[in-house]
């Protein structure tokens, strides 16, 4: 996969930790993902489709990682993760996957995003929209760790 | 100044009325989709509103606000990932006063909200 098309859902992810949450997100080296399970106990999805592109991101996270964030983005802090955190985390990959669109229109590749869905539970799996190799980019941030999955399928 | 925050993300609808609290905005009402703002519009004096939702999204309650003499001249302001330049154009010809695109900050909600009612 083109490393043009990662870029932007990288740099999403780092603004929005940093512009929602005064967050620093420090991106690992990515690996190409070899089966469907999730390291996270929660994981926000998102489709993105149109002519020239289909594909999908997920943001996987720990329980503390993703208590962290809903902190971090409310202000109001929790020990477990209830409805009001996949809120959250659902719309943290909103956000990312937006920003994400935003700066690839910038590229002439546009596409529309689909609404989040969130999945959790220890070792659950992700179905990506697209049958094409998937993209984990660890993040760290604070103690905490989390991955970012991005997949695509580009036509002419 | 009584303000009406239209997300379907209640995340997103507590951050943005934290910061309005922080900002001393204490008369606030909340919809999580067009349909819902649209009947809680009484006395309203700003409208802050997602775009993507279900039932009603925030285009469509854009044009109704514009649309009906009682409520045509309050203040929008449209808070959306919808980022791309033509997406604000279309958002800004329908009626919208102001657009911020997540993420945000505090400091720039204030900002948006200063400049419109100022």
């Given at each position: 996969m083109d490393v043009r098309y990662i870029n932007p859902f990288i740099n999403s992810l780092i603004n929005t930790l940093k512009m929602m949450m005064d967050l620093d997100a420090v991106a690992a080296t990515p690996?190409?993902?070899?089966?469907?399970?999730?390291?996270?106990?929660?994981?926000?999805?998102?489709?993105?489709?149109?002519?020239?592109?289909?594909?999908?991101?997920?943001?996987?996270?720990?329980?503390?990682?993703?208590?962290?964030?809903?902190?971090?983005?409310?202000?109001?802090?929790?020990?477990?993760?209830?409805?009001?955190?996949?809120?959250?985390?659902?719309?943290?990959?909103?956000?990312?996957?937006?920003?994400?669109?935003?700066?690839?229109?910038?590229?002439?590749?546009?596409?529309?995003?689909?609404?989040?869905?969130?999945?959790?539970?220890?070792?659950?799996?992700?179905?990506?929209?697209?049958?094409?190799?998937?993209?984990?980019?660890?993040?760290?941030?604070?103690?905490?760790?989390?991955?970012?999955?991005?997949?695509?399928?580009?036509?002419? | 100044m009584k303000i009406l925050v239209v997300d379907d993300s209640a995340t997103m609808r507590r951050i943005i009325i934290n910061h309005l609290k922080q900002a001393g905005y204490s008369d606030i009402v909340e919809a999580s989709n067009g349909v819902e703002a649209l009947s809680r519009m009484s006395g309203i004096e700003l409208v802050l509103t997602d775009w993507n939702m279900p039932v009603m999204d925030g285009l469509s309650l854009v044009k109704e606000i514009r649309h009906n003499p009682n409520f045509s001249s309050v203040p929008i302001i449209m808070i959306t990932t919808e980022g791309a330049k033509e997406e604000v154009l279309e958002a800004l010809r329908n009626g919208v006063n102001d657009y911020i695109v997540k993420p945000f900050t505090k400091q720039i909600i204030l900002e948006k909200i200063e400049a419109v009612v100022g």
């Open positions: 690996f190409v993902k070899d089966n469907s399970k999730t390291s996270g106990d929660i994981t926000g999805v998102i489709g993105f489709a149109e002519k020239k592109i289909m594909g999908s991101v997920a943001l996987s996270f720990p329980e503390k990682a993703a208590l962290m964030l809903f902190e971090g983005m409310t202000g109001e802090a929790t020990d477990e993760i209830n409805r009001d955190v996949e809120d959250c985390i659902g719309e943290v990959a909103n956000i990312v996957a937006g920003g994400a669109k935003t700066e690839m229109a910038g590229q002439g590749l546009s596409f529309n995003i689909s609404v989040p869905s969130v999945v959790v539970g220890q070792n659950h799996s992700i179905r990506h929209k697209a049958e094409t190799p998937v993209i984990v980019i660890p993040f760290s941030v604070k103690d905490e760790t989390f991955v970012m999955e991005v997949t695509m399928k580009l036509t002419d | -």
